[in-house]
Structures are given as structure tokens and as C-alpha cells.
């Protein structure tokens, strides 16, 4: 579903270039839940922007789908985004003038899908947020915030569900709640799961661990098999 | 589908109040355009109204010969209203004494604009009237009645006819033209002329044929009747009629269109200031929609729509507010205005919505078109920002709109380009100024208190953003100090025009042997009289030795000047309101020498020149006469003045009579009985009538430029708070990480005024500068008034700035210190 080849970024500072991530090589199965962990300034947020063809590699090839992503504009890009991807981010990314019925049913608004409203409403059931409908995000709790993103991600039904630190702002009661959320309905969906996160027990509940150091992976192992 | 989602989107946005600004700022331009121009067509028209009061028609055309009865038909079927009057000089006898009058015989309808007024008795109280002479009955101007000794029911004999007298006649509409080259009125009955048997093959007569009706219809008929003009006809146009009011309102129309201009520029102002932060609230929402799929297609055509519908519907309350306001002002005004009510016409309505809509597009599309270029990998990294547009996009769009603007208010391509120009020139300047000061401002940061040191060096820190804050500032200022300053200088011109004792009665045909006489009696009632001129009529008759119609061009032998006799006379001291514009006054040496003075129109129209020479014929002797000089005259200033001024012992040859001017109060109106009574010779022309229709006219035009100013000065303000709302995001930061720091609200709330007092300083002092060069050029080359240094502006302005953006800035960033340093921390981040 996700490959990359000879992966680089390589960005240029005011005192000389700096490079972000090096030669990484990288193949994600259909279906799989991959979590990438590392610390902070390993490159995994820039990892996850490049597989997500938010930002384009200084070398290297990343595939999603049968779509070379280095070959497409932006456009083109937003379109694979539109057809494959979801996405839940540690700051829940929910537009603050759209309630929460309304947030959810943007992505199909864009994508021209009928009965946005019906579809929307059932996502909104399914994580629990029946009585929340109406409510702006900043009436929202945190988890209750993060619950709508996951909705939202979800909403498209995409073939892809791209994660970073979705548990980052949220304390460890209501964090818990939005993994078995996030994986119920990832294993409901058949979704393919890439997440970034600090959160070892996090990166514990997918099927396999990627390890960044100073933008080279240093481990690539299924969860459960001895380095 | 993306239409719906946009308007799903505008109203989901407009419920959180984001584009409330911007929507306000928009309104506020359309209602400033609307309304004035709603206003300034109405009012303009009512004042054309009333200029056509004084001219008695909305045209008049004055013939020596009785015209194709055709073209009076033409004008009824073209819809106007036509009626024909006849004007003769006749030698009238009543209690066995003679005196050259001026009979006027009329139609019914006369006049067609404005009102007859008459008394029951010569300089008794007077009353409108819609009445006119009944046949056999005549109504005399005072002098006629004090000259001949008569009262009114008394006889009096015009040609073969006797006419019993009935009314006194004090003003009447059509007759303020040259009033002194009238003699005393006699108002008749048309159908009454045959009987007097005066009018004979050869007599001297003035035709007069008024038209009225709409202004398409004037328009027309006028179009229809120039072509056909021949020597001998003139045609007087409400414009043409009005010379004693036209510069007044020449000036006050330019001085209106400069003001709405203003207003919609910075409106203009604060739609892009507006219109810039609401992009920028909306750069997570772009990238959000970025990676959830959206196009940049799909993005502008979110947005485009968005930003369209609110467009229409700002214009469109904008132009309601628009109509509204102008009734208020209507009804304020209502004193003033002429009784016959104008309509309002429908073209200010399509003007303030195109101002609108050109305006949102001009300011606002570039920042909103900048959207689409938003990095969907701002989902994860904030601090990404689309590109910066192009800046020749920016303000390629922003000069287009202020061109088009500009263009319909002042209808002139030169004009526009080089105000733009100049424009452009002074906003480089004004940058480069700022930039100076802020870091002269920078300078002084060692020396001053820490809230001080924290409010400049947020300037600092801000450079580019305070440099637009200080511009912006700048040019508001700007323009409500010049919109305030040329108000009041034009309403200092026009009083020192039109001071409260300002000569309300001419004295004309004193004898020579009356002079002192005259002189004796003012001064003993201590009335205050002007220089008595000596008169002497005259022609011109030739210019260098031609014959005075070879030697000027085909469109100059309309002019009245060589179709009349003029008033010709002599002094050695330049009058006060006269200016010397070529060649100079005359100097002791000149007396007795052949030398003349013409005044510049006159000079201008028949192509006279500096060294000429005239030939003037005065009683059927010639003599002729070198130009010396070349003189403006304040036509308007009711002071004698005269074509022609010789230096003394040149003409004092010819018989003459002299004239003077005076002021009378109410209460002292009764000496003119004495007067009169003493010196029967003497003519009084009474000018109050045409003093009160100037001094209204100049009442009206004061009030509706201080309400044109009001609009300015709102437009002003919301620059000021679209400017404080653009920095506000950052400052709310910015406030609570300074607080988790343990800085103290007071600390803060110091720093911040000290901040807003400094941008107000700097903003005044640009203001300054900027409208001391502005109003030079405007003074001198659009308003015609005189130009003088305003020293008392470099105080006012920066106190003012400080004043007025101190506490502004102050309550508009109470917000920093009241909100939750938690909660903001947290949004900024999130």
C-alpha cells in the first residue's frame, strides 16, 4: 500500500543544509498497523508529511497506492489525498466556525458525496458523540475533540488513516479511550494505520514498529519478534 | 455543489463573527458613496434650482430681434415650458417729470423659476407673489416712484399709455445680471406693449425667451439650439447665470468629490486590512482543507463566492443605509433647501454598488486569492505560510480599483493619472519617513521607563507591520486633517467673501456736483461707503487700429462686452478684491498718460495682450489707449468694479456720474428715504435679495461639506480599528507569554498604550508632513485658494494621533490582558 524508495529530506538552514532523513526504505502491507516512534527531531513528523504527500522528498520515491507521489503537483497530490488518505493529528485540526456534524461532513462535502448529513451522523454515533452534534469544537472536551477527528478521518472511508501523536494533548483515561477507538475502528474498516507517536504502550498496540534515529531508521520489526 | 458548500461555509462563518470587519468596513464605504452621492445629486441639482431662481428659467436666451417663432414651438413639443418677455429702455413721465426706465413686459407663467417680490411701498417690508401686473397696471421699482415723487395708485405714462402704478417691485428674478446697467424697473402686461406705440422699426430691444423643464429636456432643446446662434443671441445657462455663486459651488462640487474620494479610499484601506487578517485566520482551515483533498481550485472556489455574496450584501445594505442617510440629511436640511422637491435620481445607487464591488475586488481578492497557496503541511508545522503574492498583484489590484473610483469622481484621465502618481510618489516617501522615525523612535529606547522601552520595541520587533500600521495611520489622519483644514479654509474664504457688513446697496448716477454732498451725508449718518468711482460709458471699438469684430476670433463676437456700452473709469488706487496679473498698477508718472487696465476674463475672451491698443469711443469722440495691465476682479465680492480703468486725467474729459457702495443695516434702511429725498438724481440698488440667495447657498454648501466630512472621519475610524483587529492575534500572544512571565497586567496595559501613543505620534507627524504637501498642491491646483503654512498642524497632529490611536489601541487590546494566558497559549498552539 506504501513504499518508499532511497527516502531524503534535506532542508537548507542558515548555517549550512541539514538533513532530516536519510535512505529511508520502507514497505507498508495493506491493512497494516505501523507505528513509527522516535524522539523529538528523529523526523518522524516529516516521515509521516512525506508519506502523506504533504511535502515532496529532496530524493527518493514514495509510492501510495499505485500512485507515484513525486511525479504529481499539489494537485494532484490533494487528489490521492482525497481518494486514500485520512488523517488525526495531536491538535485535532477541527475548524472552530463548523460544529461537529459539520466537521465530519466536510471531507465528503469535498469529495461531492450525497447525503453527507446521513453519513456524518452515523460516524458521529459510532464514536459516541450522538449528543454532540450541534456543538462548536471549543464546547468540546479534548477527548471529545479528538473523538470528531477520528470521525472525521474516518468518515471518507479511506484506504489510509494517517496518525500524529493523536494522543499527545490528551491525558492517559481519555487517551486510552481514543486507541481502542482508533484500532475498533481501523480493524472494523480494514484501514491501513500509520502512526507517529512518543507513546511506547501506543506503538505497542500495532503491528509493527519502526525506530527513527537523527532521520535513518534504526529498527523495522513486527511487534512481538526479537531484534 | 461547491457553491452550496460556500455558502454553508460563509454562514457557519459569519455566525462565529469573523467577517463582521470586513463586511462593516464595506458598508461603510457604500453608505459614504451612497449617501453622498444621493446627497450631492440632489442638493447639487437643488442648488441648480435655485441658481435657476435667480435666472428666473432653467435657460435663457437674450436677442436683439424677435427669433423663429419655430424654435419656441420646438421647446413645447420637446416638453418644456417657454415663454417670451421684451425688455426696452423708454422715457416714462409721471407728475410732469421724466425718467429713463427700463420696462420689462411679461406673460402670465413669468417667471418660470423663483418668485416676484413686491411692497405696498417703496422700502416697505416685501412678500413673494405669484401675481402679475393686471392689463393697464404696471409695478415700479422704488426709484422710479422716489425719483418721480409718485406713490403707488398714481399714474404714469409709458409712450402713449397711461398705467396706473399698483405695486412696488423689489426683486425680481432674471434682473441681477448687471445691475447696474439697468434702469429702473417697470413691470407690464405683454398685451399691454401695442398700446404704449414705443416699439417702432428700430428700436433698441432685448428679447428675452425663457425655457424650463427637466434637465434631459434642457439638455436637449440646448443641443438642438446652439448650432443656430448667430451674432446678437446669448444663450444664459443656469451654470452661465450664476456667476455670482459659481465659484462658491465649483469649489464646494471638487471639494465633495475630493471628500467622498477619501472616504472610499479608506474604506478601501480597511477592507484590505480586514480582508488580509481574515486570510490569515483561515490558513489552518486551508491547509486542513489542503490535506483532506481540496484543489486550489477548489479553495478559490470556496472562497471567491464567499467573498462575493458578502460583497453584494454589503452593497446592498450599504446603499439601503445609503438612502436612508440622506434623508436625514434631507429632512436637516430641510430649511434651506428650495421648496420644489428634486427626486432622487437612481444613478447613486448603481454607483455605491459598483463602488462596493470594486472596492472588495481591489483590497480584498489578493489576500483571499493568497489562500490557495497555503502548504498543507501546515497541518503539521505552523509556522509555514503560503508565499507572499506578488506585490505588483497586491497593489497592481488595489491602484486599479482606486483608479476606476477616482476616475468617476473626478471624470478626467489626467487628473486621475497624476493624483495616482503623485499618490504613489508620497506613499514611497511617507515609508521611507516612517522607517526614519521608527528608528529614530529606536534611539530613544535606552532613555525611557520599561513601559515605554516594551511598547517600542514591540514597534521594532514589528518593523514592516509598523511601518504599514504607521502609513495606515498616516494616511487616515491624513485625510481627515485635509478634508478638515481645506473645510475650514473654505469657509473662511467665503465669509471673508461675504463678511456680515459686505456693501448691500449701490449708489449710481451722483453728480459730480453731488459728490461731496453724497459724501457728507454717509459720513455724517456713519454709514460705511466705499471710494466713489466715476462712470462713464463707453464701447470698444477697435483693437490696434482694427475694427473691433475683424480683430477678435468668430466665437468672441458673441461677446457681450462689444454688444454693449461698458462702464468705463479712472483711479489711482487699485481696488482691494483686484489683482494684478501682467504688467503693473499705475505709478504717480501715469497720470494724465494713455493708458488702460483690462480686467483678465475679458482680456482672455477678446484676445487682448500686454502693449495693445484700444480705441474706445465715448459719446461719439474716439481716443485711444496702450495696456498697461492686465487684472483679476472678484466679481462676486459686491464691490464696484469695472472692465476698463484708466489712470486719472485721462477720461475726466467725458461727462460722467459716479457710484459708490454701502452697507445698510435693517434699522437704517429708512435713510435711504433722506437720501433720496435729498439727491432725487441719485439711483439706489437695493442688493439684498441677491446678498441673502448667495449667503443661503454658501449656508448650504457649509452644512453639507461638514456632513461629507462626518463620513470621511467614520471611514477614518474603522481603518484605525481594522488595523488594530490585524495585529491583534500576534499581540495576544505574544501578551500571554509575557504574562506567564510574570508580567503584571498594569505593566502590560502601560506597555501596550506607551506602544499605541508612539505609533500615534510617529502617525501624526507623517500626517503632518503629508498634508502640508497635499494641501499645497490642491490649493493651488484644483481649489484655487490661497495657500498658507499651517504650523499649528505639526503640534496638533502628532497630539492628535497620540490622542486618538493611544486610546483606540488601548481598548482594543484589553482583550490581551483580560483573556486566559492558559487558553491562548494553548489555541496558539493548537
Known sequence: MITTRNLSKRVETAVGSLDILTGIDLEIEAGEAVAIVGVSGSGKSTLLGLLAGLDLPSAGDVFLSHYRLNELDEDGRAKVRAELVGFVFQSFQLLSSLTALENVMLPLELKGEKNPQEKATQLLHRVGLEERLTHYPKQLSGGEQQRVAIARAFVTEPAILFADEPTGNLDNVTGERIIELLFGLNQEKGTTLVLVTHDEHLADRCGRLIRLEAGRITSNKKNGSID | ?830
Open chain 2, 1 to 830: 455543489m461547491r457553491w452550496t458548500l460556500a455558502m454553508r461555509l460563509l454562514v457557519r462563518n459569519w455566525r462565529s463573527g469573523e467577517q463582521r470587519i470586513l463586511v462593516a468596513a464595506l458598508v461603510i464605504a457604500v453608505a459614504a458613496s451612497t449617501t453622498i452621492g444621493f446627497f450631492t445629486d440632489r442638493l447639487g441639482r437643488g442648488m441648480e434650482n435655485q441658481s435657476a431662481d435667480f435666472l428666473g428659467a432653467d435657460l435663457a436666451l437674450v436677442s436683439a430681434h424677435p427669433v423663429n417663432a419655430s424654435w419656441l414651438h420646438r421647446a413645447r413639443v420637446e416638453g418644456l415650458q417657454a415663454l417670451e418677455t421684451l425688455e426696452f429702455a423708454s422715457m416714462v413721465v409721471g407728475n410732469d417729470d421724466l425718467l429713463l426706465s427700463s420696462v420689462k413686459a411679461v406673460q402670465d407663467g413669468f417667471p418660470l423659476r423663483g418668485k416676484l417680490k413686491t411692497a405696498r411701498a417703496p422700502f416697505a417690508a416685501d412678500a413673494v407673489t405669484d401675481a402679475l401686473p393686471q392689463a393697464g397696471e404696471a409695478w415700479a421699482a422704488p426709484q422710479v416712484l422716489t425719483t418721480l415723487g409718485l406713490e403707488v395708485g398714481d399714474s404714469i405714462d409709458v409712450g402713449e399709455y397711461p398705467f396706473i402704478i399698483t405695486r412696488v417691485i423689489t426683486f425680481e428674478p432674471g434682473q441681477v445680471r448687471d445691475p447696474l446697467g439697468v434702469a429702473p424697473r417697470l413691470l407690464i402686461r405683454m398685451t399691454d406693449v401695442p398700446a404704449t406705440g414705443v416699439v417702432q422699426p428700430g428700436s433698441r430691444l432685448s428679447w428675452q425667451y425663457l425655457f424650463a423643464g427637466s434637465d434631459n429636456n434642457i439638455a436637449a432643446y440646448r443641443r438642438w439650439l446652439e448650432p443656430q446662434l448667430e451674432s446678437g443671441h446669448e444663450l444664459i445657462g443656469v451654470k452661465e447665470g450664476r456667476r455670482a455663486v459659481g465659484s462658491a459651488l465649483e469649489r464646494a462640487e471638487r471639494y465633495l468629490g475630493l471628500s467622498v474620494l477619501a472616504a472610499i479610499i479608506l474604506a478601501g484601506v480597511a477592507v484590505a486590512m480586514a480582508a488580509k487578517r481574515y486570510s490569515e485566520r483561515h490558513y489552518d482551515t486551508s491547509a486542513m482543507l489542503r490535506c483532506l483533498g481540496a484543489s486550489q481550485k477548489d479553495l478559490l472556489g470556496l472562497y471567491i463566492p464567499q467573498l462575493m455574496v458578502m460583497g453584494i450584501i454589503a452593497s446592498a445594505i450599504g446603499c439601503l443605509l445609503g438612502w436612508v442617510a440622506q434623508f436625514g440629511l434631507l429632512y436637516l436640511l430641510a430649511d434651506l433647501l428650495p421648496a420644489s422637491t428634486v427626486s432622487a435620481h437612481f444613478w447613486p445607487v448603481w454607483a455605491g454598488f459598483s463602488t462596493g464591488m470594486i472596492t472588495l475586488a481591489g483590497f480584498a481578492l489578493p489576500p483571499i486569492i493568497r489562500l490557495k497557496a497555503v502548504p498543507p503541511l501546515r497541518v503539521l508545522r505552523r509556522d509555514l505560510l503560503p508565499l507572499p503574492l506578488r506585490a505588483w498583484l497586491v497593489y497592481g489590484a488595489a491602484l486599479v480599483a482606486i483608479v476606476l473610483v477616482m476616475w468617476r469622481y473626478t471624470d478626467s484621465w489626467p487628473l486621475t493619472l497624476s493624483v495616482l502618481a503623485g499618490g504613489i510618489g508620497l506613499v514611497a516617501l511617507l515609508s521611507l519617513i516612517a522607517w526614519l522615525l521608527l528608528l529614530m523612535s529606536q534611539r530613544l529606547n535606552t532613555r525611557v521607563g520599561v513601559a515605554w522601552r516594551f511598547g517600542l520595541n514591540s514597534l521594532w520587533r514589528r518593523a514592516r507591520s509598523s511601518i504599514s500600521q504607521i502609513i495606515a495611520f498616516g494616511l487616515t489622519l491624513m485625510a481627515m486633517a485635509i478634508v478638515t483644514l481645506v473645510r475650514t479654509d473654505l469657509m473662511t474664504t467665503w465669509q471673508r467673501q461675504l463678511p456680515a457688513d459686505v456693501p448691500n446697496h449701490f449708489a449710481i448716477n451722483v453728480l459730480p456736483h453731488q459728490v461731496t454732498g453724497f459724501q457728507t451725508f454717509m459720513g455724517e449718518k456713519n454709514i460705511d461707503t466705499s471710494q466713489l468711482y466715476p462712470m462713464i460709458r463707453g464701447r470698444l471699438v477697435t483693437i490696434n487700429t482694427l475694427p473691433v469684430r475683424e480683430a477678435v476670433t468668430k466665437e468672441a463676437r458673441k461677446n457681450n462686452a462689444l454688444n454693449r456700452e461698458l462702464n468705463l473709469t479712472w483711479t489711482s488706487k487699485l481696488q482691494e478684491d483686484n489683482h494684478i496679473e501682467a504688467g503693473r498698477w499705475w505709478v504717480p508718472e501715469d497720470t494724465g498718460k494713455a493708458l488702460v487696465s483690462v480686467e483678465s476674463q475679458l482680456a482672455n475672451r477678446l484676445g487682448i495682450a500686454l502693449g495693445d491698443t484700444l480705441g474706445f469711443s465715448v459719446g461719439g469722440q474716439q481716443f485711444s489707449a496702450e495696456v498697461a495691465s492686465i487684472r483679476s476682479v472678484q466679481w462676486d465680492s459686491f464691490q464696484p468694479n469695472f472692465y476698463m480703468v484708466f489712470p486719472p486725467q485721462v477720461i475726466d474729459k467725458f461727462p460722467a456720474t459716479y457710484m459708490a457702495s454701502f452697507y445698510l443695516s435693517q434699522e437704517q434702511k429708512s435713510l435711504l428715504r433722506t437720501l433720496v429725498g435729498q439727491y432725487p438724481a441719485i439711483t439706489v440698488l437695493e442688493l439684498d435679495q441677491v446678498i441673502e440667495q448667495v449667503t443661503k447657498i454658501f449656508r448650504q454648501v457649509t452644512l453639507t461639506v461638514e456632513y461629507v466630512l462626518l463620513f470621511t472621519l467614520l471611514a477614518g475610524f474603522t481603518v484605525l480599528f481594522a488595523a488594530l483587529q490585524s495585529s491583534q492575534d500576534d499581540r495576544l500572544y505574544e501578551g500571554a507569554l509575557l504574562r506567564t512571565l510574570g508580567g503584571s497586567r498594569a505593566q502590560l496595559r502601560a506597555g501596550h498604550l506607551a506602544e499605541f501613543c508612539a505609533l500615534g505620534v510617529l502617525a501624526g507627524l507623517l500626517a503632518a508632513m503629508g498634508t502640508e504637501c497635499l494641501a499645497w498642491v490642491l490649493y493651488s491646483e484644483v481649489l484655487h485658494l490661497d495657500y498658507h503654512f499651517h504650523w499649528l498642524l505639526w503640534l496638533i497632529m502628532p497630539a492628535v494621533g497620540a490622542l486618538l490611536i493611544g486610546v483606540a489601541g488601548f481598548w482594543g487590546t484589553r482583550e490581551v490582558v483580560e483573556r486566559s494566558p492558559m487558553l491562548l497559549l494553548r489555541n496558539q498552539q493548537g
